[in-house]
């Protein structure tokens, strides 16, 4: 059973930094992709970062590119995602995507197959 659990979120003040961390067990996706998915109230679900397993190659939304940093450790499974100089309107729930094997596109979420539960993360002004 796959299973992606994120951690690392929390209240911080508008300026701050959090580091989400999101591990993933029961599969790992060497030969595929990890990313970060964010969803605030009344919004639809976005994308903010991913990256390839192999290679290393990082993708980043337009909103956070210059603040956020995605990055992985392979021995431990684990994908994260360092958010600096945080705004309000950075505040939502933040989703970990697993892609299960090659995939052309890794920004959108019709490419994901396994979900972590989320985890809120609240900027202050």
């Known amino acids: 059973q796959v299973q992606l659990v994120e951690s690392g979120g929390g209240l911080v003040q508008a300026g701050g930094s959090l580091r989400l961390s999101c591990a993933a067990s029961?599969?790992?996706?060497?030969?595929?992709?990890m990313g970060w998915f964010r969803q605030a109230p009344g919004k639809e679900r976005e994308f903010v970062a991913a990256i390839r397993w192999s290679g290393g190659s990082t993708y980043y939304a337009d909103s956070v590119k210059g603040r956020f940093t995605i990055s992985r450790d392979n021995a431990k499974s684990t994908v994260y995602l360092q958010m600096n100089s945080l705004k309000p309107e950075d505040t939502a729930v933040y989703y970990c995507g697993g892609v299960d094997g090659v995939a052309v596109t890794i920004t959108t979420q019709s490419s994901y197959n396994y979900w972590g539960q989320g985890t809120q993360v609240t900027v202050s002004s």
């Open positions: 029961g599969r790992t996706f060497s030969n595929g992709a």
